[in-house]
């Protein structure tokens, strides 16, 4: 009998932790995930801004920016709602708002002068909690 409680509270564990690693951990990862790539594809693109080339067509760098900020702002609204509620109350305290940072992220993405571009992503930083400001 004794075997049978063990088997049966092991496959109880295993259910357990399999729930947890699907609906809150996974999540969670993902979220850090895009936050870390936000922040990266923000210094990568810092002098990205709309500058045209001599024939008139928007630099490449410039379009790719706006590409990955859309992209990040989609992932960004798209996990959120996959976050477990308690997680979700801890980034309100702790600052963070990732619906505010989607705007900022396409807000960004529409900017085409060097001071909307800085206003923009110091809002994403505020926004997702970055320490670090590329743009000074």
């Not at 936000?38 to 379009?63: C, H, M, P």
């Not at 989607?102 to 960004?108: E, K, N, Q, V």
Request: hydrophobic share 40%.
């Amino acid at each position: 009998m004794a075997q049978f409680w063990i088997t049966l509270l092991s496959l109880a564990a295993g259910a357990v932790g399999y729930l947890a690693v699907t609906f809150w951990v996974r999540p969670i990862l993902r979220y850090r995930e895009i936050r870390y790539e936000v922040d990266a594809d923000l210094v990568f693109y810092a002098n990205a801004v709309e500058l045209e080339k001599k024939d008139g067509s928007i630099r490449q760098d410039t379009l790719d920016r706006k590409e990955s900020n859309r992209r990040h702002a989609a992932s960004l609204i798209a996990i959120y709602r996959q976050l477990p509620h308690w997680y979700r109350w801890r980034l309100e305290k702790t600052g963070e708002n990732p619906q505010e940072a989607f705007r900022s992220l396409i807000a960004l993405s529409n900017s085409s002068t060097w001071a909307e571009v800085t206003e923009h992503a110091e809002e994403v930083e505020k926004h997702l909690g970055l320490s670090e400001d590329w743009t000074k």
